[in-house]
Nanobody, 121 residues
Framework: QVLLVESGGGSVQPGGSLRLSCAASRSIFSINTMSWYRQAPGNERELVAQITSGGSTNYAASVKGRFTISRDNAKKMVYLQMNSLKPEDTAVYYC???????????????WGQGTQVTVSS
C-alpha cells in the first residue's frame, strides 16, 4: 500500500521554481516529523529538508535560503517550495516521514515513490 504520494516534479530551467507536494493516504490519521530527500544518479540519497510536527525546520546547506518546507497537518500534506533551482538540484525527490494510522499504529520511516526534478537549460 502506498502511504505517501509525491507530486509536482518536472523540468525547469536554471533559476526557475517548482513546488513539490506529498500527500498521506486516507488510511493515515496523522503525520509527525516529515522530510524530503533526493537522490541523483550515482549518488546516495541525501536529506534535503525536514519539518517536525511543531513546525521546526532543518535544511541541507546546499538548499538553505532557496528551498522552504512546510506542512498542513489537517490535510496531512507536506510541501517543498524550491526556488532559484540549479542543475545540481536535478534528482528524484522522495517524501519520508513518521506516520500514525487510523488504528493508532506508528509507521516509522515511511517512503513515497519519488518524483523527478530536472533542472536544465
Amino acid at each position: 500500500q502506498v502511504l505517501l504520494v509525491e507530486s509536482g516534479g518536472g523540468s525547469v530551467q536554471p533559476g526557475g521554481s517548482l513546488r513539490l507536494s506529498c500527500a498521506a493516504s486516507r488510511s493515515i490519521f496523522s503525520i509527525n516529523t516529515m522530510s524530503w530527500y533526493r537522490q541523483a544518479p550515482g549518488n546516495e540519497r541525501e536529506l534535503v529538508a525536514q519539518i517536525t510536527s511543531g513546525g521546526s525546520t532543518n535544511y541541507a546547506a546546499s538548499v538553505k535560503g532557496r528551498f522552504t518546507i512546510s506542512r498542513d497537518n489537517a490535510k496531512k500534506m507536506v510541501y517543498l517550495q524550491m526556488n532559484s533551482l540549479k542543475p545540481e538540484d536535478t534528482a528524484v525527490y522522495y517524501c519520508n516521514g513518521d506516520l500514525v494510522t487510523a488504528w493508532g499504529n506508528s509507521l516509522l520511516d515511511s517512503w513515497g515513490q519519488g518524483t523527478q526534478v530536472t533542472v536544465s537549460s
